[in-house]
């Protein structure tokens, strides 16, 4: 942990502590259907037309039914649109390397994870998807999910700030304002910058470099048709010399060994069936290429995380530079910070804001110094062969990024529900592997996924208050709005409904042939990958340890159906819960009333957090990373 | 019904004015300026000696002579600095398999670069990176190794550590992330020689 380090640290916290004013500012401005921009000139014209084209009155607003309703239809219709695409690439243009159609599936598996933000990735990028899928097919969800995350907040922030009202805004315009104001502007300048630094933005094909030292490798040998040939020796094993009468031959007293052929059940002779391998020079690398930066720059601030590679963010291309790194860690908290200020503006409580925010940041930073304590400690039994002990846990990590900037990483896209990964957390020591899984366990209100963080973590500040008022035995109240039966039994069905997923699914897996065989890892780390696998799709982060093979068709339909119920069960009781504060008087705050902000309601609404994903997640914790922790240290190897 | 088609109607139609835009537009004007402005790097940093593609500078390449810097093991496709699969071990902190691997490493690294049994190895240099195509290895990583390539190329010692540190990538801004050594760089540079 040295002195550059958390310099590293200050700085990106002031960083984002100077956008998340200016961000809120101009959310106030986007999410509201008048506002204006100095943009407007250039985008008023195709938002105008967009709203002619979809046949929608902009100035109607919607109740907490509609609102939902129109939200689920474009993602049904949405995430339709995407399975097609994936399905029929090979038939589609822009696949100059002729991949194949995904498996229904893997397709199913794709387009929900990206329709529900959370982009988990049971394909590998650059193997299985044409240009023509990663641009339109994903890039599409990647700002439409962002932007529908975003819309959700914003109504519900709505229903907080009216006052005894019945609508809460109108779905299209919130989608559309939100991506052609905020987002496509933002990922236009971003994605250039990216390119700046070293990230590739083409539609070459792939590129075949020389290499100064070609080298021999052993592949299987195939035959005419193109199958492998394998070997047809017959199995031999050692049995007893027998004589004539069947009696052992004895030797100095001891039996003298025959190989014989081994028989099956059948009696038959059993033949070996290993490939037969040959050498084969290689001298050339075939690079992959696209157009990756556009789509990288909206993975990114709409909190995505699916990647343009199968190693995501820590592909060279995919994050060249440090900078280009710290750039990526700033823009993943961005929107999600900028917020909280828009929450404060919009109830006219900017220290409420600000408490939220603060609250977010102490539960992130305590996350990322444990995660890099325990990076920059290293693994013991790794340390014991001889490594150099001070250079940390170097495994799955990019000697650009070092210990600190891969820890930063993974603490950031699992606070908030990004999800693409720097470093392989699948290869972090048992505690900072822990981190990222329990960040995504707490709901991921930590800042959190576009949009979602907040309507998460207003989840929670609607229990804290009602803890506070069960506490000092009064009504509990939210700015004015008193919190009754209605709003805890909305607000506990979105908290219970993601625990649920998580551990129903992941005890499921962990009982069954299908989700024992996909594991990468024996011993506690096995339990720990199926863990972190429905964690992921649940929480709609999508990172993932990643050694697990979730490509199979059992994996890739639960951990779908965990993604659609994280997200959909999550946002359908969260507007109900809208759709009842929106109609609610906001009454004048009294002595009695509990305030919603300064350092008591920081510490209440940790507590309400940590508590929640504490009672929920710590069995499942303690058989997994804990466990793993001390076979560590005692040198256990599975 | 009347409301659920006129609904049914925006919500196709966003989509697909939403792929126009998003899909559409956005990413060819990213192309159309990048292609512009920051040719070289949009299409991948490649280095091309003599007209012949050498490969990029930010990709690792495999190399075992002993004339040459070695990268970092690499886990990317079934051999390794594989730049169509790119990936990790994934393997975790109590696995048989990485602790095997580091050790068959450890040793080996030492044999190659004529260290006594026991010196402490960098970690970098005998743990796979997150991407399989990690195109630095960590400062200390190269300065064991000179020795080994000084030795085999007849050079003077004192010239390849200037060759390593002229090839060495310094934090950016001396703030942001770790300093590395550019190991394909490095020894293209040195066959120039």
């Known amino acids: 942990m040295h002195s550059s380090d958390w310099l590293q ?425 822990l981190v990222p899984l329990f960040n995504i366990e707490l709901g991921e209100v930590v800042v959190g996924g576009v949009g979602a963080g907040l309507y998460g973590m207003l989840v929670f500040v609607v229990l804290a208050v009602f803890i506070a008022g069960l506490m000092v035995g009064r009504t509990p109240e939210y700015l004015g709005k008193k919190i009754g039966a209605y709003e805890v039994k909305m607000a506990m069905l979105a908290l219970l409904v993601l625990t649920l997923s998580i551990l129903g699914f992941s005890a499921w897996a962990l009982v069954s042939q299908w989700g024992l065989a996909g594991l990468n890892n024996a011993g506690p780390h096995g339990l720990s990958e199926i863990l972190y696998a429905f964690s992921s799709a649940t929480g709609n982060n999508g990172s993932a340890f990643a050694g697990l093979t979730a490509n199979t068709p059992w994996y890739n339909v639960t951990l779908g159906l965990a993604m659609l119920i994280g997200r959909f069960l999550m946002i359908v009781p969260i507007m109900a819960l809208a759709g009842s504060l929106v109609r609610k008087k906001i009454s004048p705050p009294s002595a009695g009333t509990f305030p919603v902000s300064g350092g008591t309601f920081i510490l209440l609404l940790v507590g309400t957090v940590l508590l929640i994903g504490a009672l929920n997640f710590l069995p499942a914790l303690a058989l997994g990373p804990v466990v793993e922790h001390f076979l560590t240290a005692q040198g256990k190897l599975f | 019904m009347k409301t659920f088609l006129s609904e049914l109607r925006g919500a196709v139609m966003v989509t697909l004015a939403l792929a126009v835009v998003t899909c559409g537009l956005y990413p060819l004007a990213v192309w159309g300026i990048a292609q512009v402005a920051f040719r070289d790097k949009a299409n991948g940093s490649l280095i091309v000696e003599h007209g012949v593609l050498r490969g990029s500078r930010l990709i690792a390449q495999a190399f075992i002579g002993e004339k040459y810097f070695h990268p970092r093991p690499s886990a990317a496709g079934a051999n390794g600095y594989d730049a169509t699969s790119s990936g990790g071990s994934n393997f975790g902190p109590t696995s048989q398999k990485l602790n095997d691997a580091i050790k068959d490493r450890i040793a080996t690294y030492r044999t190659e670069n004529g260290l006594k049994e026991g010196t402490p190895v960098p970690a970098d240099a005998v743990t796979a990176s997150a991407s399989g195509l990690d195109p630095h290895i960590s400062p200390a990583n190269a300065e064991l190794q000179i020795a080994r390539v000084a030795k085999a190329r007849n050079l003077p010692v004192a010239k390849v550590r200037e060759l390593v540190a002229a090839n060495t990538a310094t934090a950016d801004f001396s703030i942001f992330g770790d300093a590395g050594v550019n190991v394909l760089e490095l020894n293209l540079t040195l066959d120039r020689l």
């Open chain 1, 9 to 433: 640290l200050a700085i990106y916290m002031a960083a984002l502590l100077a956008i998340t004013k200016p961000m809120g500012l101009y959310l106030m401005q986007v999410l509201d259907a008048n506002g204006r921009t100095w943009l407007d000139p250039v985008i008023r014209p195709f938002e105008r037309l967009t709203y002619r084209v979809m046949g929608v009155d902009r100035t109607r607003e919607h109740g907490w039914k509609q609102y939902t309703f129109a939200m689920l239809l474009f993602s049904l219709v949405s995430c339709v649109f995407t399975y097609a695409i994936l399905r029929l690439q090979h038939l589609l243009p822009l696949n100059p390397q002729g991949l194949g159609p995904l498996s229904p599936d893997l397709a199913f598996n794709t387009a929900v994870s990206f329709t529900t933000n959370t982009n988990w990735q049971s394909y590998g990028g650059e193997g299985t998807m044409s240009y023509l899928s990663q641009m339109v097919a994903l890039t599409i969800h990647n700002f439409a999910s962002a932007a529908t995350g975003i819309a959700i907040a914003a109504a519900l922030v709505r229903a907080i700030a009216r006052n005894s009202m019945a609508t809460l805004g109108n779905f299209w315009v919130d989608l559309v304002r939100t991506t052609y104001y905020l987002l496509l502007p933002l990922c236009l300048v971003f994605a250039v910058v990216l390119v700046s630094q070293g990230m590739i933005q083409n539609f070459n094909g792939y590129t075949k470099a020389k290499l100064t030292e070609p080298y021999t490798i052993q592949v299987p040998k195939l035959d005419d048709k193109g199958q492998p040939v394998t070997t047809n020796a017959p199995v031999l094993v050692q049995a007893p010399k027998l004589d004539a009468a069947g009696k052992p031959v004895l030797a100095n007293g001891v039996a003298v060994m025959l190989d014989v052929p081994k028989l099956d059940e059948k009696g038959q002779p059993m033949t070996t069936n290993l490939p037969v391998m040959v050498d084969q020079v290689v001298d050339e690398q075939v690079i992959a290429q696209g157009p990756m930066a556009s789509q990288v720059a909206i993975k990114m601030l709409g909190t995505n995380g699916g990647g343009f590679t199968n190693a995501n963010a820590a592909h060279p291309f995919e994050n060249p530079t440090p900078l280009s790194n710290f750039l990526q860690m700033l823009s993943i908290f961005a929107i999600g910070s900028g917020l909280t200020y828009y929450l404060g503006r919009m109830t006219k409580n900017q220290a409420h804001g600000w408490s939220v925010w603060g609250a977010m940041m102490a539960m992130f930073l305590a996350g990322v110094l444990v995660c890099w304590w325990a990076e920059a400690r290293g693994n013991s039994i790794h340390q014991a062969l001889g490594l150099v002990a001070t250079d940390g846990n170097m495994e799955g990590k990019e000697v650009r990024f070092g210990i600190f900037n891969s820890s930063l990483f993974a603490a950031i896209t699992t606070a908030a529900s990004c999800g693409a990964v720097n470093a392989m957390h699948d290869s972090f020591t048992a505690i900072g592997g």
